[in-house]
């Protein structure tokens, strides 16, 4: 009994540890976004002397960051509403009917999260380019949901299945139409799968940074990473301070979204595992 209280001792101290190494960035991060630059240099793992935000106010007042952090919120709200508008149905019908070229059409979904985006650069960029979407947020909305709809159909296909069919059965027994049924019973029962769904398309959009800058030109229509990449002083010398406190606002939306639904996007992520 003593050696296994022992071992779980032991081995919650080295989940704590583990803890720590993995928040200490954060930690840094957050600490000093309070601190000036020369401060940072000077110290780069210190405590601030006084809480200053004079970091943040120069971000919000001095900058385009307000206009960037909005680009970043339409890019990746609507890369969620839109994914989650085609893949219910698309993860639906695979789950539910069967048709003719499935199977190759489930494989196909698994085999394009095989390849690096990077990859299809040349092709979306001129695919942009003759829809005249280049250095639009629209294109980068369109770019996104090709990565994010092949998962996330796949994903909410493995989490329909674990619903069963009886259920709407009993349903459409009771007078609903399909769509009714789908609407009323099977969505509620797969909230969890649509949040996990949800918060992956809103981090992808969030913190993608490649395309972005592949396609926008205008720094108005910057998204926040391109316009943390490109935050630098006088000189080219990167401002330490500002770049921490912005950082810190960007990292927040992630940060509350999975303090708010963890315990859901386990569920949704497990049960909705492709065996």
């Known amino acids: 009994m003593k050696n296994k209280k022992s071992s779980a001792v032991l081995l919650n101290m080295l989940a704590l540890v583990v803890i720590l190494l993995i928040l200490s960035p954060l930690f840094l991060l957050f600490v000093n976004s309070f601190r000036s630059t020369s401060e940072i240099l000077r110290n780069p793992v210190g405590l601030p002397e006084f809480l200053d935000l004079g970091n943040f106010l120069r971000i919000f007042t ?6 960037n952090f909005r680009n ?17 149905p698309a993860g639906y019908a695979l789950s539910r009917f069967s048709f003719y070229g499935k199977r190759v059409l489930i494989t196909w979904l698994l085999a394009s999260q095989a390849f690096p985006g990077v990859l299809m650069a040349v092709g979306f960029v001129g695919l942009l380019k003759a829809l005249n979407m280049v250095n639009s947020l629209t294109g980068l909305i369109i770019l996104y949901m090709s990565f994010t709809v092949p998962f996330c159909s796949g994903l ?18 009771d007078g609903c139409t399909r769509s009714r049924a789908v609407v009323t019973v099977v969505i509620p029962l797969a909230v969890p799968g649509l949040i996990a769904v949800g918060t992956f398309a ?29 935050f630098l002083g006088t000189g080219g ?7 921490c406190a912005g950082s810190s606002v960007c990292a927040l939306p992630p ?21």
């Open 156 to 173: 909410l296909k493995g989490y329909f299945d674990q619903i069963p069919v009886s259920i709407e059965e009993a349903a459409m027994i």
């Open 72 to 88: 970043s919120l339409i890019v990746s709200v609507s890369t969620v509403l839109l994914c989650l508008g085609v893949t219910i």
């Open 255 to 275: 940060i509350l979204i999975f303090l708010s639904f963890q315990k859901y996007l386990i569920s949704g992520l497990t049960k909705g595992a492709i065996k």
């Open 237 to 243: 010398a990167v401002e330490w301070g500002y770049l």
């Open 202 to 230: 809103f981090m992808l959009a969030w913190n993608e940074f490649f395309f972005s800058l592949v396609l926008l030109q205008d720094p108005r229509r910057y998204t926040l990473p391109l316009f943390l990449a490109r």
């Open 62 to 67: 001095k900058t385009s960051f307000p206009v």
